[in-house]
């Protein structure tokens, strides 16, 4: 375990999928990342490469072999080697093996930064090509926050409210997890999502043609906020386990596939790429307020 200090933030990561474990605000106490209870969802923040969502039939279609995926990829199963590490800033790496090839034939670095200053935890992924070839990915982040933040709230206390007061469509998934096809309106107040124990009762909200990009996470009966950002990432998954006391705020540069035939890699939906000896990076940034 990799623990990150300051005077207003301890953050935890593990090396089993370059994990957060923890985000803990000092002054207040408070522990803002959910605890993994493996009775209900046994993770506390996975990163997602080289997919998000789910791949039709588990399978990933490259140069006409399909190999096999699960849902949002190796990495959150992988082990990382720590490649740097100070009180403030580390680096997990992960690099293509023969365990990863089976799964996904290029050569690359897979890397996940984690810096903190002041009360803002940045999350850095950098994708390094180390193949003759174009590699083809997406990428995402997954991270729990609990909700109630303190002892004598209730879950329906909370909303995230949007950058933007903008209309929210969901674009449905099937019961295996791949877009059907159809969208779907969400309720808000103004620029706010008010969370329900059943929001979630129907799978993820996928969020594809938002205009925000932060969003933040706070009760109706104090300040004491939690805000994500993510410049770099068009897609925004909110998601909890019905009945779960936490909700995922979810920047993806990716998603699930839709239902219907598998297609090629470079087919597949947000797609990203990097050429031959070239790094890709994109940053969020989760800030205590």
Known sequence: MTTLNNNHLRVSIRPQGAELTSIFHK??????????????WPWHGPNLFPVVGGC??????????????????????????TTESSDTHAVFTLRS????????????????????????????????????QTVYFQLGAHPAFTVP?????AYEDYFIEFENEEPLQTHRLT????????TESVPTTGNRLMLTKSLFDRDALVLKNISSRRVTLQSQHHNHALSVSFS???????????????VCIEPWLGCADSDGE????????????VASGKVFEATLTINVE
């Open 27 to 40: 002054s207040s106490g408070i522990e803002h990342l959910w605890q993994a209870d493996p009775l209900v």
């Open 56 to 81: 039709l039939n588990n399978q990933l279609l490259i140069d006409g072999q399909a190999y096999p995926m699960e849902r949002h990829g190796f990495t959150r199963r992988s082990m990382f080697e």
């Open 97 to 132: 093996s023969d365990v990863t090839r089976v799964h996904y034939p290029y050569e690359f670095l897979f890397q996940v930064i984690y810096e903190i200053d002041g009360p803002v935890l940045t999350i850095t992924y950098r994708v390094v090509n180390e193949d003759d």
């Open 149 to 153: 933040f303190r002892t004598g709230e």
């Open 175 to 182: 019961a295996d997890g791949y877009f059907s096809g159809e």
């Open 232 to 246: 770099s990432f068009p897609y925004l998954g909110l998601w909890a386990k019905p009945g779960a006391n936490f």
């Open 262 to 273: 598998l297609v090629p890699i470079e087919q597949k939906e947000l797609i990203q790429q």
